[in-house]
């Protein structure tokens, strides 16, 4: 039963109100109410919030208590334009519904209550929720009528009923969520607590200690997925996950402002978000070099050229050390010092510790000869005394020499070892000029990896309590090996598709790649169902695939609603700045895609018609227009998408067939595609 957008409350007393204007009346009624407790709540966390220093008895518990008010006085931040609740559960009386039955829930973004702790909407997380997603008429779960809402902004609108107990359920004949699905698009990436659908339910609900690989064809929602799952887990481990961080990895910038707005409209604002190359920057880059020697550094086996180049600084002792101890001397055989040295080698730890390892181990020998000796334990100031013993310090720097990361990875630079690389390998990363210091090294995007692989070597990283990494197709070996340090202790949601894999060493294979991110027995789940992207464009986008190499199922829309053009042109400017004032007469964003060189003629075109235009990583611009190159809009999603000139994309870059099949993905409602050049072969096949 659905109640009309439209539809007019009647407000004249002499004619009696229907049914469905007194329980449209009710909601908004339950609604104002909600909002009004979320208030009170807010205003109770900021009078304690307030009062935190004189209630705490001491300044490091003032402090605490001081983030823990603002953190959660931050939750509690309510946006009058979203929807405070999208959906309502009416239990039956069945067996199914247990203690629930006859109860009525309210489902939305957080859990509100009344002022004496009832619930007025529960979080769309809680257990009670889950029937919201995954309740069916085969299998009601004690549900008798689920409910769920239209809005427009933050009044209510509409509302839709099931009655699963009878049978009756709409499934994608909603229209209210098929609505919510197609809404235009401006701004910011909005979440889907209001549409996910039971195959991602199962995904986002995944225990913790669950690291899975989702293979999302375009449009199947996995980044939605993956940033849905960071939500949950927050809420079913909040103190755990507190202490031990959650962190979202995105391919750029512009992808991370896109999606940065959805976690804290959940509720969630404290998840660490990055790129690889933020999570790496030890150094500032200061060259660049040739695509191929990249490649080699992103590869696998530099591992393990560092790993031996490491290991070789780890001597045998030659000697006995004597450590004099005042009127005392300590001595310690050359085969005690090489059983300590082989008994820590055998512990793995990072490179560092295990240096410490061997002087608290040597030191520690000398402290049983002092007390054999003296009768009595040594203090603390006479332990650290031995520790920095020139004997000690000299036979540290003989047998396991302190190293950093940089001193490491300039090494192999200089002198290539043999054994793993080519002879041409070597030759290609070996450094033309050595630089005078290891302060004035011009270093590359790529050396980054190999430091950061040398500093996991050396030092142990801190573990993330759980990592979600999106596109991570374009992982390399060594990038993957980066985040695998960052979750050793942790799970993962890998997302990606292998399809839009545009890096040289993009994958092939999810296996190997969750190989190197030390995850190897993770379930790769394949979503191919589209929500987003009409099934025109699905089906135009899809003609490239047999040409990708990749084994992966063909993506499948639900959405006919949408538009598809492909006009060859004289003028490219002239034809854009036509598709984009015929996009402009609709609702919604607007995306111009194209070569990374063509963007700036573009957008002078566009200014010179007298539209403005807006930049990828220009999230919170006003302008409904956004000139993006090909190559950063992997991730980002418009309402109407013009591309431009297909063939030129193709040409930019290796991989350009793939990056085209990213570029004809991004349109959620209208695609335009005008050319010159000839089409790619595939797209006319």
């Known amino acids: 039963m659905t109640l009309p957008a439209d539809h007019v409350v009647n407000t004249d007393a002499t004619e009696p109100a229907t049914d469905l204007e007194t329980d449209l009346g009710a909601e908004r009624t339950h609604l104002t109410a909600s909002r009004a407790a979320l208030g009170r709540m807010r205003e109770r966390a900021e009078?304690?919030?307030?009062?935190?220093?004189?209630?705490?008895?001491?300044?490091?518990?003032?402090?605490?208590?001081?983030?823990?008010?603002?953190?959660?006085?931050a939750e509690l931040a309510d946006d009058p334009d979203t929807p405070l609740f999208f959906g309502r559960l009416d239990f039956g009386r069945s067996a199914e519904a247990e203690d629930h039955a006859g109860h009525r829930y309210h489902v939305g973004r957080r859990h509100v209550t009344d002022d004496v702790g009832e619930p007025m909407v529960l979080d769309w997380r809680a257990p009670v929720s889950r029937a919201f997603y995954r309740a069916s008429a085969?299998?009601?779960?004690?549900?008798a009528v689920r409910r769920r809402f239209g809005f427009n902004g933050g009044l209510l609108t509409s509302f839709e009923d099931e009655h699963l107990d009878r049978g009756e359920e709409l499934g994608t004949a909603s229209r209210i969520l098929t609505a919510e699905i197609e809404r235009p698009r401006v701004g910011p990436m909005r979440?889907?607590?209001?549409?996910?659908?039971?195959?991602?339910?199962?995904?986002?609900?995944?225990?913790?200690?669950?690291s899975i690989c989702v293979q999302g064809a375009p449009g199947t929602g996995k980044t939605a997925v993956g940033l849905h799952r960071a939500a949950f887990l927050l809420y079913l481990h909040r103190e755990r996950l507190r202490r031990s961080g959650v962190l979202v990895v995105g391919p750029n910038r512009a992808f991370l402002s896109y999606i940065s707005a959805v976690l804290p409209a959940l509720g969630e604002i404290e998840v660490e978000q990055a790129t690889v190359d933020d999570l790496i920057a030890r150094a500032p880059v200061r060259a660049q070099e040739d695509p191929a020697v990249a490649v080699i550094k992103h590869d696998a086996r530099m591992a393990t050229v560092l790993a031996a180049a490491l290991n070789a600084h780890i001597g045998a002792p030659e000697e006995p050390m004597t450590v004099p101890d005042g009127s005392y001397r300590w001595r310690i055989g050359v085969e005690v010092?090489?059983?300590?040295?082989?008994?820590?080698?055998?512990?793995?730890?990072?490179?560092?510790?295990?240096?410490?390892?061997?002087?608290?181990?040597?030191?520690?020998?000398l402290q049983r000869q002092s007390e054999a000796r003296r009768g009595d334990s040594p203090g603390d100031a006479w332990l650290r005394r031995m520790g920095k013993a020139k004997p000690v310090t000299e036979f540290l720097d003989s047998v396991w020499p302190?190293?950093?990361?940089?001193?490491?990875?300039?090494?192999?630079?200089?002198?290539?070892?043999?054994?793993?690389l080519t002879d041409d390998e070597r030759e290609l990363i070996r450094w033309s000029t050595q630089p005078r210091s290891l302060k004035s090294a011009k270093w590359t995007a790529a050396d980054l990896v190999l430091l950061d692989e040398a500093a996991g070597l050396i030092e142990r990283a801190a573990s993330f309590g759980h990592v979600v990494v999106d596109e991570a197709q374009d992982l390399s070996a060594m990038q993957a090996r980066a985040i695998a340090r960052r979750s050793e202790h942790g799970s993962i949601t890998l997302l990606g598709d292998l399809a839009q894999g545009t890096a040289p060493w993009a994958a092939v294979d999810w296996r190997e790649t969750l190989r190197h991110l030390g995850k190897p027995d993770a379930a790769v789940v394949p979503l191919t169902i589209g929500f987003r992207v009409p099934a025109a464009v699905v089906a135009f986008a899809n003609r490239l695939l047999p040409a990708l190499a990749v084994d992966v199922p063909p993506a499948r829309s639900l959405r006919n609603d949408g538009w598809l053009t492909i006009d060859e042109v004289t003028d490219?400017?002239?034809a854009t700045v036509a598709q984009v004032r015929a996009?402009?007469?609709?609702?919604?964003?607007?995306?111009?895609?194209?070569?990374?060189?063509?963007?700036?003629s573009i957008r002078a075109a566009l200014a010179a018609a007298g539209i403005q235009s807006a930049t990828a990583d220009d999230v919170e611009s006003a302008e409904r227009v956004t000139v993006v190159p090909a190559s950063v809009v992997k991730g980002l999603e418009y309402d109407h998408v013009v591309v431009v000139e297909p063939a030129a994309i193709v040409a930019a870059e290796p991989r350009g067939l793939h990056r085209l099949y990213v570029v004809l993905t991004r349109a959620v409602s209208r695609l335009a595609v005008l050319h010159t050049l000839p089409l790619p072969a595939p797209l006319t096949s």
Request: proline share 5%.
């Open 191 to 210: 979440d889907i607590v209001a549409t996910i659908q039971p195959e991602q339910d199962e995904l986002v609900r995944a225990d913790l200690e669950t």
């Open 138 to 143: 085969r299998d009601p779960q004690g549900i």
């Open 337 to 365: 010092l090489r059983r300590i040295i082989d008994d820590v080698r055998q512990e793995h730890l990072p490179y560092a510790t295990a240096r410490e390892r061997v002087r608290a181990r040597v030191v520690s020998l």
């Open 583 to 600: 996009a402009l007469a609709h609702d919604g964003s607007v995306g111009v895609i194209a070569a990374d060189t063509a963007v700036e």
């Open 47 to 73: 009078s304690l919030f307030s009062a935190g220093g004189n209630v705490a008895g001491d300044s490091y518990t003032a402090e605490t208590l001081g983030r823990t008010l603002a953190r959660r006085v």
């Open 402 to 420: 302190a190293l950093t990361p940089e001193a490491l990875v300039a090494e192999i630079l200089t002198e290539p070892p043999a054994g793993v």
């Open 572 to 574: 490219l400017d002239a």
